[in-house]
């Protein structure tokens, strides 16, 4: 468990940091949701009033979700150069950090869409093998950042090195992304799931969970390369 309370410890070190680092993607993804939970589209709906209803607002729509993909794709990135100078006490600002990642976004894209994959499809066979594969597959973004490597090349890299840290960093993941699926359970059972506070908490606690996550994904690389 040290690790995982010495990633929490760093994040909250380093709170005001992080939180300008994430304020771009969190916003757009307030906003996004937002939108979509005032359309109003209900079963209800026949099809033709529900295509006028996103015709109405397609524009701010595609705009949304555009700088949404944008943003946390680079985010991935962005997130391991903050933690990298943040370690090494010469961090750029947050925003040059976001923007480190966003010149890297096609390889990072291909990467997290295919991080993603093997997530959802281990999702779907009991939740807990798609805990492992996140977690197993975590660090390529690392080595799309530092190594120059392509998304395959990296996530190949990650399921390696993780091999011998498989069942620690499970448990790890399980820990951080039980945190945001409890929540979010909690506040669709009590109603809340569609109120604009309800959606800035669950942001809020999404990436107070996520940025630990990286951060261990972040030093178990560093210790990897040290010992290489």
Known sequence: MQQFYSS???????????????????????????????????????????????????????VLVALSLILSVGLSGGAM???????????????????????????????????SLAYGIGFIMLVFPGFYLYARLGLFPLYIMFSNKGALDSLGESWQATDEFGNKLFVLTSAFMGIQIIFGLVGSIAGLDSGLGFLVIATLLKYAATMPLFYLFFSL???????N
Do not use: W
């Not at 680092?21 to 906003?31: I, N, R, S, W």
């Open 81 to 115: 150069v903050a933690f990298k100078g943040l370690t090494l006490s010469n961090a750029v600002s947050p925003y040059q950090s976001l923007l480190s990642g966003i010149k890297k976004f096609f390889p990072l894209l291909l990467g997290n869409l295919l991080h």
């Open 221 to 227: 690389h560093q210790s990897l390369e040290k010992t």
């Open 8 to 62: 929490i410890s760093f994040c909250v070190r380093h709170i005001s940091y992080l939180f300008i680092l994430c304020l771009p993607v969190m916003t757009v993804e307030v906003a996004l949701a937002h939108l979509v939970m005032s359309m109003g589209v209900g079963s209800n709906m026949s099809d033709s009033a529900t295509l006028e209803l996103i015709s109405s607002i397609s524009g701010q729509l595609f």
